[in-house]
């Protein structure tokens, strides 16, 4: 009996570690390269600053420039990023990509939720909803992910993280379907619920 606990509880340990992992791995990745790129300006800039740094009054004009340029400078890298990416040299990354980024542990799940974010993918989630999973009359916002009729499918985020989330099959009676959009129901998931007014201002009656 003990032994079979023992095993319950380190199984219950791992599963709950690698769902944290998974869950992070995509922040992370974003998070660290963000800090590289603006590390990167940042030492580009760095005789500039200093120049600043030891004027006795640095002008607030050039201080302003100085957030204007890098700015600019992290909109520019990304417009680069997007030019090549239309261009025929998209052919020799995305091969790139298959071969070794792909075989990153967390890559292809942080490209996933980025393209999610960013509109490039919007076919996963089709409608917001409104679901009643233990028929408690406590609601949770989801995301329709297909209709079989009778029973509907509906992921449900946690919040602030969307990355994570329980996928359940519900009855339609269960599902409370609305006309606001995927942007919103995204918003008000990472901002732990903050604006779901707009989700029940747009709720539909119940099914028929």
Not at 10 to 21: A, D, K, N, Q
Not at 64 to 90: C, D, E, P
Not at 124 to 137: A, K, M, Q, T
């Amino acid at each position: 009996m003990q032994i079979k606990f023992f095993r319950s509880v380190r199984s219950f340990l791992r599963t709950t570690l690698i769902g944290g992992v998974v869950a992070m791995a995509p922040l992370t990745l974003i998070f660290l390269f963000f800090r590289w790129l603006i590390n990167l300006i940042g030492r580009n800039l760095a005789p500039v600053v200093d120049r600043l740094v030891q004027s006795p009054d640095p002008s607030p004009f050039l201080l302003f420039l100085l957030y204007v340029i890098t700015f600019a400078a992290i909109l520019f890298f990304f417009f680069l990023i997007g030019l090549v990416v239309q261009t025929r040299l998209s052919v020799f990354l995305n091969r790139f990509e298959d071969r070794y980024l792909l075989k990153i542990p967390g890559y292809k799940l942080a490209k996933e939720t980025v393209q999610q974010f960013f509109g490039q993918n919007r076919s996963f989630f089709r409608e917001v909803v409104l679901v009643d999973i233990f028929n408690s009359g406590a609601l949770m916002t989801g995301f329709i992910t297909d209709d079989q009729g009778e029973i509907i499918t509906v992921f449900v985020p946690t919040g602030p993280n969307p990355t994570s989330g329980n996928i359940y099959h519900l009855p339609k009676d269960r599902v409370l379907k609305t006309e606001a959009s995927v942007d919103t129901g995204m918003k008000s998931i990472i901002s732990c619920g903050a604006g779901s007014e707009e989700i029940f201002n747009k709720r539909i009656k119940a099914n028929a």
